[in-house]
T-cell receptor
Framework: DGGITQSPKYLFRKEGQNVTLSCEQN?????MYWYRQDPGQGLRLIYY???????QKGDIAEGYSVSREKKESFPLTVTSAQKNPTAFYLC??????????????FGPGTRLTVT | SQQGEEDPQALSIQEGENATMNCSYK?????LQWYRQNSGRGLVHLIL?????REKHSGRLRVTLDTSKKSSSLLITASRAADTASYFC??????????????FGKGTHLIIQP
């Protein structure tokens, strides 16, 4: 799991509540990413950040928000506007700012269940 | 939309045999990466192969890339029980918002029978 920590490992929430997933890295990486994985599926990009105080939407950003106030932290908030929030959420980082040119290091993931 | 598509979806072989997984993609790429995911865990990077490379090795792993066919293969030689995992290929992702992340296929689930 490298130098990326995600907490908590399991998270349960009631429908209509916002929830924030934590992601911290001590690798001194510039870029950080959030992905969503559904059962039997690949990963889909939610948000991406190249530098502090800057982030960009990925393929499925609707219903999610992020912040990047510190280089080592990239929290993801799943809002009540997200229609199907139950999923496995993975945070990653890379040393460079081009996600296609550098390997990404992944955290252990947070499994979110919303009922 | 998914850029990479792995084939087969699932593969079961005996320990010691070789395992081959394939990945096809749709648009031009700068490079392609392979990752492994053990059940319920994060992904681990295996190999990155650039578009000007045709083959790359790392231990028991061999990756090939054919840009004319937009395809890549991952070969695991002398498989071990610990190789049981899902394997994903990943290519660059450029969404309408301009994000620069990776797009993953659905993966190949590899089971090594002891």
């Amino acid at each position: 799991d490298g130098g990326i920590t995600q907490s908590p490992k399991y998270l349960f929430r009631k429908e209509g509540q916002n929830v924030t997933l934590s992601c911290e890295q001590n690798l001194n990486h510039d870029a950080m990413y959030w992905y969503r994985q559904d059962p039997g599926q690949g990963l889909r990009l939610i948000y991406y950040s190249q530098i502090v105080n800057d982030f960009q939407k990925g393929d499925i950003a609707e219903g999610y928000s992020v912040s990047r106030e510190k280089k080592e932290s990239f929290p993801l908030t799943v809002t009540s506007a997200q229609k199907n929030p139950t999923a496995f959420y993975l945070c990653a980082s890379s040393i460079g700012t081009s996600g296609t040119s550098y390997e990404q290091y992944f955290g252990p993931g947070t499994r979110l269940t919303v009922t | 939309s998914q850029q990479g598509e792995e084939d087969p979806q699932a593969l079961s072989i005996q320990e010691g045999e070789n395992a081959t997984m394939n990945c096809s993609y749709k648009t031009s790429i700068n490079n392609l990466q392979w990752y492994r995911q053990n059940s319920g865990r994060g992904l681990v990077h295996l190999i990155l192969i650039r578009s000007n490379e045709r083959e790359k090795h790392s231990g028991r792993l061999r990756v090939t890339l054919d840009t004319s066919k937009k395809s890549s293969s991952l070969l695991i030689t002398a498989s071990r029980a610990a190789d049981t995992a899902s394997y994903f290929c990943a290519t660059g992702s450029y969404s309408g918002g301009g994000a620069d992340g990776l797009t993953f296929g659905k993966g190949t689930h590899l089971i090594i029978q002891p």
